[in-house]
């Protein structure tokens, strides 16, 4: 059995909020949002996290950031404004390895480090 909770998530075994798939990307809810809108954005080829996209297949990345913009739209805050965000490694406190990007938005975010 796969051991990756993401993998599970999108291979349905255990449920979420879908908000968005299409056949290389699943979208959904963070089940401890930080902000109005929170939704997690993940290929379903696995891939623990940004080192990683050397094994990713053609385009994933492309695909990946085309699909948090159809993501922005379903949530309509496209035009308000969103973050994207992906942590990688320990210093980050990725805690999930398997590569994801945040959306946050749907009210004002609060202050950037960058
Ligand atoms: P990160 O810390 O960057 O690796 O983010 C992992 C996110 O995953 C964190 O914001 C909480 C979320 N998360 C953890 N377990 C689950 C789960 O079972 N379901 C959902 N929807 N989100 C989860």
């Known amino acids: 059995m796969n051991e990756c909770l993401f993998c599970r998530i999108a291979g349905g075994d255990i449920p979420a909020e879908t908000v968005y798939e299409n056949a290389q990307v699943l979208a959904f809810r963070d089940i401890s949002p930080q902000a109005k809108s929170h939704v997690l954005i993940i290929p379903k080829q696995h891939l623990e996290g940004l080192n990683d996209l050397a094994g ?22 496209d035009q308000t404004g969103y973050r994207l965000v992906s942590n990688c490694g320990k210093d980050a406190k990725q805690s999930v390895l398997h590569l994801h990007f945040h959306m946050l938005g749907g009210e004002a975010l609060s202050e950037r480090m960058v």
Do not use: G, S, T
Request: glycine residues 0%.
């Open 56 to 77: 990713a297949k053609d385009d994933m990345l492309a695909d990946l950031l085309r699909a948090a913009h159809e993501v922005a739209k379903v949530l309509q805050i």
